[in-house]
């Protein structure tokens, strides 16, 4: 396999807040121990208690002060402070607490092991889900690319030739913990 290096970009902007942290610590949790080459944790309106629960953690914090722009500002705050090194980069989601290190690292492995995509995709009985994988050289792109809600969704389009759906073991990847019922659960995960 090719050595090669992922960060994660962690967004953790509208939905992430006190009554979520439980979630948020599970997911910075299981990114530091997977095989990502980085952690960048994006915050948006509830910059502080975010920062303050990665005091000490392996994690580069970056406050996206146009989150209300929507999804693809803070995706591209992450960018703005990616290794510059990075193949790829992970968009990851802090309220994806099923997620696991064994997860992630079944995606960085499928990143290493590409020639052609550009666009890595987790799926679960054919539904797609997060984290994406996105390669480095689209970048530019993204960086140019007007903001929205969306997120990367427009390059599913540009670049369908180049998409690898990766067919996961479990539907983590299809589960984000945004009502209140999940969040209280989450601590027992």
Same mark, same amino acid.
């Not at 705050?77 to 990616?82: E, F, H, K, S």
């Not at 997620?99 to 960085?108: A, G, T």
């Given at each position: ?6 960060? $994660?970009? %962690?967004?953790?902007? &509208? $939905? ?34 975010? &920062? ?6 392996? +994690? ?22 990616? @290794?510059? @090194?990075? @193949? ?12 696991? !290190? ?10 290493? $092991?590409?020639? &052609? ?19 480095? %050289? ?8 007007? @903001? ?8 599913? =389009? !540009? ?7 990766? &067919? ?5 990847? %299809? ?7 999940? +969040? =209280? ?5």
């Amino acid at each position: 396999m090719v050595k090669i290096k992922v960060s $994660s970009i %962690l967004l953790c902007t &509208e $939905s992430t807040n006190k009554s979520t942290m439980p979630v948020f610590k599970i997911a910075v949790n299981e990114l530091l121990n997977s095989h990502f080459h980085e952690v960048i944790a994006v915050t948006g309106p509830h910059r502080v208690p975010m &920062e303050q629960e990665l005091k000490g953690l392996h +994690v580069k914090s970056v406050h996206n002060k146009f989150y209300e722009r929507g999804l693809h500002s803070s995706i591209k705050a992450g960018l703005m402070n990616i @290794d510059l @090194d990075s @193949d790829f980069f992970a968009i990851c989601l802090a309220n994806q607490p099923l997620l696991k !290190r064994k997860d992630y690292n079944q995606l960085i492995a499928a990143a290493k $092991s590409t020639n &052609e995509a550009l666009i890595i995709c987790p799926t679960y009985q054919g539904k797609r889900g997060y984290p994406l994988f996105i390669s480095s %050289l689209l970048i530019p792109e993204i960086l140019d690319h007007e @903001d929205t809600n969306l997120g990367c969704s427009y390059l599913f =389009e !540009r670049y369908s030739n180049n998409v690898s759906l990766v &067919e996961m073991d479990t539907d983590a990847c %299809l589960f984000a913990a945004d009502l209140p019922e999940l +969040v =209280e659960n989450a601590a027992h995960l």
